[in-house]
Each structure stands twice: as structure tokens, then as C-alpha cells.
């Protein structure tokens, strides 16, 4: 702060001095003469000059030299006496050059923000940096790994955490990149490749898109069992009408996955979904069951501080893509009510309320 | 702090200007020279100030300080430092910020180095110099601050459009700015010499500075952004009579104008009123400019925040000036002395129509520009007007304009001989006739266009050219007198030749490119090719490349000239800006000579095996580089003009004492 009034207090004193130097400049009589003359003056002696190198014919010099002159004349009749005022009072130019910047910070102190500190991108994260983990959303985290993975650069690990939080942010664009840098690392890491699997599908709002198809083939390239790339892959394959494969996949995987596995609930739901109906119908969660952590872990923050739209949008969204309607509903009608009067987040809640399941 | 110290800063900008209108007002009616250094010292210290603001706005788009909400809205940490630092004009409130630093820096200009302007002159245009200062420094402050902070600020920014992340684009408004805002003094010496009903040879010297500096500037700005949409845009064209390129193109034909006439009342005391007139209209299509660019009621890259709010202020601003100006115009202008007479055939008469021309040619952009509006608000239906009204209107005015342009210096004040300036011409006519001869036997197709237009850029050049040859008197003196008078020869007569020739070299260029420019589209798997002029283009790679801010696919191809040999590998990328999530294509061009092979990269398809395709354009685009190298010569000769030392009155003072019967050898001829 004493910086910043050190700063408007130079800032006006030079102000003020450049005015005050001026005008007492002015008081001593450094006062300008008028152009007006010389000008002329300079014009008819350009005109002898071209005539002198023969340049102008004899007669045009004459009509010329008199034209010139007579402007001089004219010139010289219209233009009053100079200016000479009376110096002025001392106390009314100090006045005047006071005035200024004090009629500024008047303003300033009624317009502006005084007080508040500027925030450079580098302090802020410095403070992230510094602050606990658990205190951080996800967006902050993200930038957090982001700066880690600049000072890792060879360390695929840094990269996988910056794509989780990137994947919490709601940004799987910006978490598949980051897997993308952490697979150029550890190619064959079959982890990694799932993830990044799972990241493209979700960027392209739940669809086996043919990236996150062979995304899921490397994966199972580097570890034939790797479950999460069996189930997506096998999925893809219902999905596109090559029901019967699909789900002898699934009940393989099944099969694999052993007893404890948290996996299994979902994995059985999914093949009793598909089996009964004639079409495949959406799993009640079709996703990894990291998503639906992370999903759990952004409404369980957003309980403990519940002020934070994009938050909520990201919620609701993520219900929406998860399929998930009962809580999507609840999350919508509670984050309605909290921004009842901005219409902008209201629209926002609904866009995101309308995006389409993956299936 | 420092955002802060810039928000104190703008505000006392602010204020410093209504001191500075009010003590040079008060300077005028008392005829206190006091008051008018009160005056000027505050439009010198306006200046410094703003100048701080303007710095403490790119620190805090350097450090990315996303508590600004100006910042936020068109930063990114992710966006490398070059163009962190071009964000901070690349936005609605930055610009305007940048338009109010140039504002008060031509009104410090005008304060500092005014000294040989009589003092009434000087106190009013001062004065009116901080009152447009006011006015859009008052808008800055109040409806557009760029210094508005953010209570919580977030994790990043929104980035910039990834299409203005460009070098061009950096130097782009800088330079169109000077040149709008440089017509600003100009519209103040206006007020000036209507307020106090002279405007003569003196008030018209001091005028074609300033006009001459904001001229070049235009030139260079306007050029950088057609250059910018030339190979940005990736649509193979350079000028697409968009209204925002037509907005900064009418200041630029009415300074055109200004600069002519203005000789006029330099030389022969002649058309004062005329000048006046175009000196207020060059800033008040400035600020026209500044409206339509701003206000939403035009879609482009230009349109910054659709806010009619700030529109309806920006229209209330313009209105206001112009309306004033206009007002003082009609009500002073009458009782202007007429100045000297002039023959019909004569210097004079050919700057008249000149400027007629050049008139009229504003008046066909400014419909061009404005019909759409009008309709769209009053008939609520969107029309679009595009180059065929241009070509049929302004077209055929250019080209009698450029047509008579070689002969007006070849004549005399007062009184000239038409038959003995065309006469001296004969070389270029001859020469010109020769080029539209060879360009119909030569070029495919067959083009009578093509062909005129070809021979008026020959024309435009050597009659140019002849101007000199007849001042040095080539080939009718011996070789060392030659060589003297082409040393004698004065600044301002290169500076009008180059930024003739170089209108010639644009014609050319223009001409060339627009009638034998040749486009091939298709889908190419790689190992395809595709022909275009002659030239085979082999797509022998896509590969993905990461940039510091985007993700792109970079496409390598090979490109044959029609003899065999490689002329170049093109390498055109299609790029993904994460941050905003827009998708731009990155044009590769091959120069050869002075024509473009330009390729485009299109997205990624899948073919009909299953694999992946894209679809690529090539285009060849002949001469192309004339087209902004005939500007680039503009601008320099306006530069070069702009350093004669008869343009600056003080030196010029000095270095001619009066009435010393040519103490050094005074240089020849006149400034035209």
C-alpha cells in the first residue's frame, strides 16, 4: 500500500512540476513568435533561388515574387500584437496544478479498487503450491501439476495426476493432452493408455470414438488383461450392433475380475441392462469407477463449499453424461435454487442438464 | 500495485485533459500566454500519464495477473510472452486505451513542438486536442475500463482469439492507431483555423505534417491487415470489402485527399475551406471507424464485445465532434478569404480533381459500408454488399483517377500547358501500350482487364519516374549537372514519387493477381497430388505437432514447379487452440519470384477405404507480393516526405534566415 501512495504522490508532484515549469517559463517571457512571417519570407526567397537556376521563366517570376509578397503584407497586417498577459498570481498556478491531482484521486478513490493488490499468475500459484493438497478444487490443482510437470519434464507420473485433475476440472481435452505427454514418457505403460482411453471418450461425450478405440487396443497391446480397455472396447462393440461379442466380453471380464473387485457390481448391471433389453440401454453408470469418484469427490466438495457455479455445472454435467438422472435432477434443482437470480448460470445448469449420456 | 498505480493514472489523464481544454480556452480569451503553458503543460504530463496507465496494463497482462478482468477475458498463461504482451491492445477496453495513448501523445506532439504555430492557433487546437481527449478518455474511465478488478479471480484465462495470435497483428493496430488518431490534430488545427478564421499557407504547412505522419501510418496498418487476412484466413484473397477493412480504408482515401489539397493552400493560398473540410472529415470517418468496429452492429473478428451500450456512446462521441466541427464549419468557413485564382488547366485544377475523385470514391465506400446498416435496422432484413458494387464503382473512379495521376505533376501553378505534360509522357504512354500489347499476346487467358490493368501500373510508374527525369533534365544536360540537380532534388519530390511508383507497383500486383490467380480443392490421401498452375503438390506427410498454446497437424508437401525441379516443401498446419477450443489453419506459401504458391491444410476426413483424407487447397497467387510491397513504397515515400526539413518549421527557420538570397542552395522545385 505505501508503495502505491508512494507511487501517486510522484507521479502527481511531477505532474504538477511540468505544468508549474511551464507556465513559469511563460511568466519570463519565453514566449514564441509567430511562424507566420518567416514563412512567407522563406517562400519568396525559394521563388528568387528557383529563378537564380533559371527554373522559372522571368515573367512568372515577377507574377510569382508578387503574389508571394502580397500574402506577406496581408499576412503581416492580420496578425495581432503578441500576446503579453500579466504574470498571473503564483497562489492560483499552484492552485491550478494542484488541482489535478487531486480531483484524480478523488475519482480514483470512488471508482476503483484502492488497496487491492495486484495478483501475478506466479504469486498465485506459488501460494497453491504451498498450501495443502486436500484445500485445493481441481482447477487450482491442475495448475498446480501443470507447474510440476514443467519442473519433471522426463516424469510421466506428474502428467498422470494433471490429467486426473484436468478430468475433475471438466476439461478432457486438456486431460488427454497431458496423457498424451506422459505416454510420449512411458509408452507402455497400459494404465496410462486406458486412462487416456477414457479421457478421449470423454471428450467425445461418451463415445468409443476410433482415437479412444485404439487407445484402449494399445492398452491391452501392453497388458492383455487390463480390464477398464476390455470393458470400453467391448461396449464399443454393442454399440455398433455387434451385441452378442460385446457381451461375451463382458461376461470374460467378468470372469477375470476377481471377487472383491468394486468393479463387478457395475460390470453385472451393465450386462443385465443390455441382455434384457432388445437395444442396449445406458448402465446405470457406464463409466470407470474413477470417474464416478472424481464425480463423488466434486459433489462432496461443493457440500462443503457450495459457492462455486462452474462447480455446479460441472456437477450437473457430469450426471448428465454419467447417465445418472436422479442426481443430476437433485444437483440441478439445489443449484437452481442457490442462482435463482443469474440468468446466465441458469442457462448454463440447463445446457449442461441437456447434454446427452454416454452410452 | 501496479495495476492500481494505472488505474490512478488514467483517471488523471483524464483530468489533466479537461485542465488542459479549460486553461487553453481560457488561454485564448484572455490571450494569456500563462494560461496557454498551463495548457500545454498539462497536455505534455496527460500524455506521461497515460503513458504509465498503458504500461502498468502490460505488466499485468505479462505477469498474467487474472485479477483484471480485462486480462482474464483475453489472457492465457499458456499464450507465449510476445503475445501476452499484444493482448494488451488486442482487446475492446486495451484498445481503447491504446487509441486515448495515442490521443494524448499527438496532443503533447501538438503542446511540445507546436512552437512555430501562431499563439491563438496553438492555444485553440490545443484546447480542442484535449477535449477529444476528454471525450474518449472520459468514455475509457467510465464505460470501458480496462483496470476493472475481479473480486475472485479465476484459475485462467480466456485466452485471445487464437487468429489474432499473429506477429502482424501485434504491429497492426498500433499503426493504424497513430494513423486514426493522427488525423485528430489535424481536426484540431481545423477548429483552430476556423476559430479564428485563417487558415493560409502557414496553417497548411503545419498541417501536412501531421496529415503526411498519420497517411504513412494508415498505409502501413492497412497493409499489415490485408496481409494478415492474406495468409491468416487462408482464403487466398488479401481485400474482401469487409466494412471494418472499409472502415479504416475511407480515413485513409480522405487523408489521401487532404494531403493534396492541402499543397494547394500551401502553395497558392487557394481552397482553404475545402481543406478545412477534409481535415475534420479525415477524424470524423476515424471515429466512424472506431463506432462500427465497436459497437456490435458488424460481425468480424473486429467486433470486440457486442455491447450497444458503449456502441450508443461511441455514436454519441462521434456525433457530438463531428456535429460541432461541422457546425463551425458552416458557420466560419464562409467569411475564409478565397485565396489565389487559378486557369482551369493548371496544378491546381488537377489536385481539384483529385480530391474530387478521391471524394467520391469515400462517398461509394461509405454506401458500400453503411446500405446494409441501414437497411438491416430499418427493413430488418440482412443484404450483404460485396466486391461487384465495389468493382463497379470505385473501380472505374480509380482508374481515371490513376489515369491522370502521371500528368498533374508535369503541370504549372496558375496556368499550364496540357498538351506540353502529356507530350513529356510519351515514353511512358509508349511503354505502357507495349505492356498491354505483350500481356494480351502472353498471358492465358486472354484478359482486356487484365491487359489495361497492366498497362495503367506501367504508366503510374515511369510517368513517376518522368516527373524526376524531367526536374534533373536527363538526357538535355550534361551527365554532371544531371547529377547535381538529382542531388538538389528536395525530400518531399522522392517522397511523391516513390508513393506514386509504389501506387503503380500496387496496381500491378493487383491487377496480376486477381485476374490470373488460379485455385485447386481436393481430397488427398497421402501419396495423392493435386495441380495447380502448373505446379504438382504431393501430400507426403501429416504428422501432429504441439505448439506452446495449440495441437496442430502439420501437412508436408511436395511441391514441382512445371519445369521437374522441387520448387519448396509446404508445410500447412490445421491448429487446435485448446483454450478456446477453435480450430484455425496455418497457410504455407512458397514465394517464388514475385508470385505465391499458397497452400491450405482442411480437416481430416475418412475416405472411402476407411482412411484418413484431408482436403487441400492450393492456390497461385501471381505477383502477389507487389500488392503489399506497392503500399510498403507508399508509406516509406510519405516517410521520406515526411523528413524534409521544409516540413519542419523550426529547423526550416534556422537553416533559411529571411530573406537571405538563398545562403545554401535551396532545394528545387516544390513539395508536390
Not at chain 1, 512568372?60 to 508571394?68: G, K, P, Q
Not at chain 1, 470400453?232 to 473387485?261: C, F, K, M, N, Y
Not at chain 2, 524531367?470 to 547535381?484: C, D, H, K, M, S
Not at chain 2, 504438382?536 to 525441379?565: F, S
Request: glycine share 10%.
Amino acid at each position: 500500500m505505501i508503495v502505491f501512495w508512494i507511487a501517486v504522490g510522484v507521479l502527481s508532484a511531477a505532474v504538477a512540476g511540468l505544468i508549474l515549469r511551464r507556465a513559469a517559463r511563460a511568466m519570463a517571457g519565453g514566449g514564441d513568435a509567430d511562424s507566420t512571417l518567416p514563412l512567407y519570407q522563406r517562400q519568396l526567397s525559394e521563388i528568387e533561388d528557383l529563378a537564380d537556376r533559371g527554373l522559372i521563366a522571368a515573367d512568372e517570376r515577377r507574377s510569382t515574387h508578387a503574389e508571394a509578397a502580397r500574402r506577406l503584407l496581408s499576412a503581416a497586417n492580420a496578425a495581432g500584437p503578441a500576446w503579453t498577459a500579466p504574470a498571473m498570481a503564483r497562489p492560483v498556478l499552484l492552485a491550478m496544478a494542484v488541482a489535478a491531482p487531486v480531483a484524480a484521486l478523488g475519482l480514483y478513490l470512488g471508482l476503483a479498487s484502492p488497496g487491492y493488490r495486484d495478483q501475478p499468475y506466479a504469486q498465485r500459484l506459488d501460494q497453491w503450491r504451498a498450501a495443502p493438497p486436500t484445500q485445493l478444487d481441481a482447477p487450482r490443482m491442475a495448475a498446480v501439476l501443470r507447474s510440476v510437470t514443467g519442473e519433471r519434464p522426463t516424469d510421466p507420473e506428474p502428467y498422470r495426476f494433471l490429467a486426473i485433475a484436468e478430468m475433475a476440472s471438466g476439461d478432457a481435452g486438456a486431460a488427454a493432452r497431458a496423457l498424451r505427454e506422459a505416454l510420449r514418457l512411458a509408452p507402455d505403460r497400459a494404465d496410462l493408455w486406458e486412462s487416456l482411453g477414457e479421457a478421449l471418450m470423454v471428450a467425445a461425450e461418451g463415445e468409443v470414438t476410433p482415437q479412444a478405440a485404439a487407445a484402449f487396443q494399445r492398452a491391452l497391446e501392453q497388458d492383455p488383461q487390463a480390464a477398464t480397455a476390455r470393458f470400453h472396447l467391448a461396449r464399443g462393440q454393442i454399440e455398433a450392433g455387434e451385441v452378442e461379442a460385446g457381451l461375451a466380453q463382458w461376461r470374460l471380464l467378468l470372469s477375470d475380475l476377481p471377487t472383491a473387485d468394486p468393479r463387478r457390481p457395475v460390470l453385472q448391471a451393465a450386462i443385465a441392462d443390455v441382455s434384457s433389453g432388445p437395444r442396449p440401454a445406458a448402465p446405470a453408470v457406464v463409466g470407470a469407477p474413477e470417474i464416478a469418484a472424481m464425480v463423488d469427490g466434486l459433489a462432496a466438495r461443493l457440500v462443503a463449499e457450495p459457492d462455486d457455479p462452474e462447480g455446479w455445472v460441472r456437477l450437473v454435467r457430469s450426471y448428465s453424461v454419467l447417465g445418472d438422472v436422479a442426481r443430476r435432477d437433485a444437483a440441478l434443482t439445489q443449484a437452481k435454487a442457490r442462482y435463482a437470480d443469474n440468468p446466465q448460470i441458469l442457462s448454463e445448469l440447463a445446457k449442461a442438464a441437456a447434454v446427452e449420456p454416454m452410452r | 500495485m501496479i495495476v492500481e498505480i494505472g488505474a490512478f493514472a488514467v483517471i488523471l489523464s483524464l483530468v489533466l485533459s479537461v485542465l488542459q481544454t479549460g486553461a487553453s480556452t481560457l488561454a485564448r480569451i484572455r490571450r494569456s500566454p500563462v494560461l496557454a503553458a498551463v495548457g500545454e503543460g498539462a497536455a505534455l504530463s496527460a500524455f506521461a500519464a497515460l503513458a504509465v496507465a498503458f504500461a502498468a496494463l502490460v505488466y499485468a497482462f505479462v505477469v498474467s495477473d487474472f485479477s483484471v478482468a480485462n486480462v482474464t477475458a483475453n489472457s492465457h498463461t499458456a499464450k507465449p510472452l510476445l503475445y501476452r504482451v499484444g493482448g494488451a491492445w488486442g482487446s475492446h477496453e486495451g484498445s481503447m486505451l491504446m487509441w486515448c495513448l495515442a490521443l494524448t501523445g499527438f496532443g503533447a506532439l501538438l503542446a511540445g513542438y507546436g512552437r512555430g504555430l501562431s499563439a491563438g492557433l496553438k492555444a485553440v487546437a490545443v484546447a480542442t486536442q484535449g477535449a477529444l481527449g476528454v471525450a474518449f478518455l472520459a468514455y475509457t474511465v467510465f464505460a470501458s475500463n480496462p483496470f476493472w478488478r475481479l473480486a475472485d479471480p479465476p484459475v485462467e484465462g480466456r485466452s485471445l482469439n487464437p487468429l489474432l495470435q499473429d506477429p502482424a497483428l501485434i504491429l497492426h493496430p498500433p499503426f493504424l492507431y497513430v494513423g486514426y488518431v493522427g488525423l485528430s490534430v489535424v481536426f484540431s488545427l481545423a477548429i483552430a483555423a476556423l476559430v479564428e478564421g485563417r487558415a493560409d499557407a502557414a496553417w497548411a504547412r503545419w498541417v501536412r505534417p501531421w496529415t503526411l505522419a498519420a497517411w504513412s501510418a494508415l498505409t502501413v496498418g492497412i497493409t499489415l491487415g490485408a496481409f494478415w487476412a492474406y495468409y491468416e484466413l487462408g482464403w487466398g484473397g488479401w481485400w474482401f470489402w469487409d466494412p471494418v477493412e472499409n472502415a479504416s480504408f475511407m480515413p485513409w482515401l480522405i487523408a489521401t485527399a487532404l494531403l493534396h489539397s492541402a499543397v494547394v493552400t500551401e502553395r497558392r493560398g487557394a481552397l482553404p475551406g475545402w481543406t478545412i473540410f477534409l481535415a475534420l472529415g479525415g477524424y470524423t470517418f476515424s471515429m466512424l471507424g472506431a463506432f462500427l468496429v465497436r459497437s456490435g452492429v458488424l460481425t468480424s473478428v473486429h467486433a470486440f464485445a457486442v455491447d450497444p451500450t458503449r456502441g450508443v456512446l461511441l455514436l454519441t462521441i462521434l456525433g457530438v465532434t463531428a456535429g460541432l466541427g461541422f457546425a463551425l464549419f458552416a458557420w466560419r468557413a464562409p467569411a475564409m478569404a478565397r485565396g489565389g485564382m487559378f486557369a482551369p488547366i493548371s496544378r491546381e485544377s488537377a489536385l481539384v480533381l483529385n480530391n474530387i475523385l478521391l471524394a467520391a470514391a469515400t462517398a461509394t465506400v461509405l454506401l458500400g459500408t453503411l446500405y446494409p446498416l441501414i437497411r438491416e435496422a430499418m427493413a430488418g432484413e440482412a443484404i450483404s454488399v460485396g466486391p461487384p458494387y465495389f468493382n463497379l464503382t470505385f473501380t472505374p473512379l480509380m482508374f481515371i483517377l490513376l489515369l491522370l495521376l502521371p500528368a498533374g505533376p508535369l503541370l504549372a501553378w496558375k496556368r499550364a500547358d496540357a498538351g506540353a505534360a502529356l507530350q513529356r509522357l510519351w515514353v511512358a504512354a509508349l511503354l505502357a501500350a507495349l505492356a498491354a500489347v505483350a500481356t494480351l499476346a502472353l498471358a492465358e487467358p486472354r484478359s482486356l482487364f487484365g491487359a489495361a490493368g497492366l498497362a495503367l501500373g506501367v504508366w503510374l510508374i515511369i510517368g513517376s519516374l518522368t516527373e524526376v527525369a524531367e526536374r534533373i533534365r536527363l538526357f538535355r544536360v550534361p551527365g554532371r549537372e544531371v547529377l547535381r540537380r538529382l542531388g538538389g532534388l528536395p525530400r518531399g519530390a522522392w517522397g511523391m514519387t516513390l508513393a506514386h511508383a509504389g501506387l503503380g507497383v500496387f496496381v500491378l500486383g493487383a491487377v496480376f493477381e486477381t485476374t490470373w490467380k488460379a485455385e485447386t480443392a481436393e481430397v488427398l490421401a497421402l501419396g495423392q497430388r493435386l495441380e495447380v498452375a502448373g505446379y504438382v503438390l504431393t501430400l507426403e506427410d501429416v504428422a501432429p505437432t504441439l505448439g506452446p498454446n495449440y495441437e496442430a497437424e502439420q501437412a508436408t508437401l511436395r511441391a514441382t514447379a512445371p519445369d521437374g525441379t522441387l520448387a519448396c516443401m509446404a508445410r500447412p498446419e490445421r491448429r487446435l487452440y485448446s483454450a478456446g477450443g477453435q480450430t484455425t489453419s496455418e497457410v504455407a506459401i512458397c514465394t517464388r519470384g514475385l508470385s505465391h504458391l499458397y497452400v491450405v491444410l482442411g480437416e481430416r476426413r475418412t475416405g472411402v477405404d476407411g482412411g484418413p483424407v484431408w482436403l487441400v487447397t492450393g492456390y497461385w497467387n501471381p505477383w502477389a507480393l507487389l500488392i503489399f510491397l506497392g503500399p510498403g513504397l507508399m508509406a516509406f515515400g510519405g516517410l521520406i516526405s515526411l523528413s524534409d526539413r521544409r516540413l519542419r518549421l523550426v529547423a526550416g527557420r534556422r537553416a533559411a534566415p529571411a530573406l537571405a538570397p538563398a545562403a545554401k542552395p535551396e532545394p528545387v522545385g516544390e513539395l508536390t
